[in-house]
């Protein structure tokens, strides 16, 4: 091998080790612990971030539970990752790659953190994104019978909050939601209006199939699927409700 062979492999190594790896947030990681309400199973935040912020949501979780994330965004480069207790930087789940929705059995005990970030370009570029964060912590996995515990006080198998809207169109508000589940998708909903009164939907088989029209304002019904969110109408009013809602624990 001649010198100047040598010289150029030298070179060409160094370039290799001195590559930058991938770019750091140039701000602190900020944390937020996510309380949930009294007898609620989930939380929703809605916020905002620009550039390298990022945020990470934390929840306290035990093993065998079931987790339900999902991320409305007005940018399309903006992700969440989750990472499991004791992580700090591997996640156990990838927004980038899998989406902006998760759902799954909890694997261990502990804190989880849900961290909401802009790919690296748009950080740089500065942008901004606004968005909903919906989390959804339940007593198990998967289908679960009629046998499930219920929300200490109440006769439901679950509460939270789910978009609505009284006035048509595109939900932009929250409902707050009770769940009553007799197995296998089927069930009863049963979602507080803003202004105090009750919509109770029936499910079957994870469909939503009809409402109890003995209740206030009755008005024509349908509903639709899109992937795992049923869009249910009662005249002008819109309720969007995961499938989590009716199958969770």
Known sequence: MNKWHSQFIASAVALVLFVPGPAQAQEEIRSERVQFARGASSAVVEASIQGYEIVDYVLGASAGQYMNVSMATDNTVNYFNIL??????????????????YEGTLPADGDYRVRVYLMRAAARRNEIAKYRLEMIISGSSGSQAAGDAKVAGTDYHATGMVPCSMEGGNPKGSCAFGVQRE???????????????????????????????????PGEFSASKESDLSIVRIGREVYEIPDAVIYGG
Do not use: C, H, L, W
């Open 183 to 217: 197995g296998n998708g089927s069930g009863m909903v049963t979602v507080t209006k803003p202004d105090g009164r009750t919509r109770t939907i029936f499910f079957e088989n994870g469909q939503a199939t009809g409402y109890d029209e003995s209740q206030a304002d």
């Open 84 to 101: 499991a207790p004791g992580e700090t930087e591997v996640a156990m789940y990838i927004g980038s790659v899998n989406g902006n929705q």
